[in-house]
């Protein structure tokens, strides 16, 4: 079940308790476009002294810089879902990391299984009002060149979102300064990771 950072009712206590409960597994932001992945992935990074990756700049250098409309117009959809799939598998490997993802990248279920196991995942919640006042301007969203955007958008909100609420935490992407996202992200990260940590500790202790 998710978490929430208004569950939380937590401050974030030191980023180091943080990074010391990840070990080596990574923070894995998944959501629709325009939820904030990469803006928040980069500070929420800095915020934490881990790498950040975005798995489409990398998937893009895995194509000798062919953009991802670029890669969907050549091969088309599953072959860029496929590519996805190996790319954050590598990524999920590299160690301790903010990694954000594409949108569709989470629907897909060995993704999931793989980001269960070697991550901590975050979803950004938006709106459809938020995403689409967000991409409107942007040409490089491939699944939005339709006669009519927002009714792709809320589409793939309705197919999406009940694969999102799998994530292990909830965050509302929303126009407030980005570090206030940081911040209950951070927060909600704290959380969950202790309730983590004492499960398998209580557990660890049980009598046989």
């Given at each position: 079940m998710s978490g929430t950072a208004a569950d939380t009712g937590a401050s974030p206590l030191p980023e180091s308790?943080?990074?010391?409960?990840?070990?080596?597994?990574?923070?894995?932001?998944?959501?629709?476009?325009?939820?904030?992945?990469?803006?928040?992935?980069?500070r929420l990074a800095a915020r934490l002294r881990l790498p950040f990756v975005d798995a489409d700049t990398e998937i893009e250098?895995?194509?000798?810089?062919?953009?991802?409309?670029?890669?969907?117009?050549?091969?088309?959809?599953?072959?860029f879902r496929d590519g996805e799939a190996r790319v954050i598998a590598r990524l999920l490997d590299g160690?301790?990391?903010?990694?954000a993802t594409g949108g569709g990248a989470f629907m897909r279920e060995e993704t999931r299984c793989?980001?269960?196991?070697?991550?901590?995942s975050v979803w950004l919640k938006a709106d459809a009002d938020t995403i689409m006042?967000?991409?409107?301007?942007?040409?490089?969203?491939?699944?939005?060149q339709t006669a009519d955007p927002a009714a792709t958008i809320g589409r793939l909100i309705g197919e999406r979102h009940p694969l999102y609420e799998l994530a292990d935490i909830t965050i509302a992407s929303r126009d407030v300064p980005h570090e206030k996202i940081v911040e209950e992200t951070v927060a909600a990260l704290h959380a969950h990771l202790g309730a983590a940590n004492q499960a398998t500790d209580e557990t660890a202790g049980a009598a046989p």
């Open positions: 308790d943080i990074i010391a409960a990840l070990g080596r597994r990574a923070i894995v932001l998944v959501g629709m476009m325009g939820a904030g992945k990469s803006t928040i992935g980069r250098l895995a194509h000798a810089g062919m953009t991802i409309p670029e890669i969907f117009a050549a091969h088309g959809e599953p072959y160690g301790a990391s903010v990694i793989r980001i269960r196991q070697r991550a901590v006042k967000r991409v409107k301007r942007r040409a490089d969203r491939p699944l939005l």
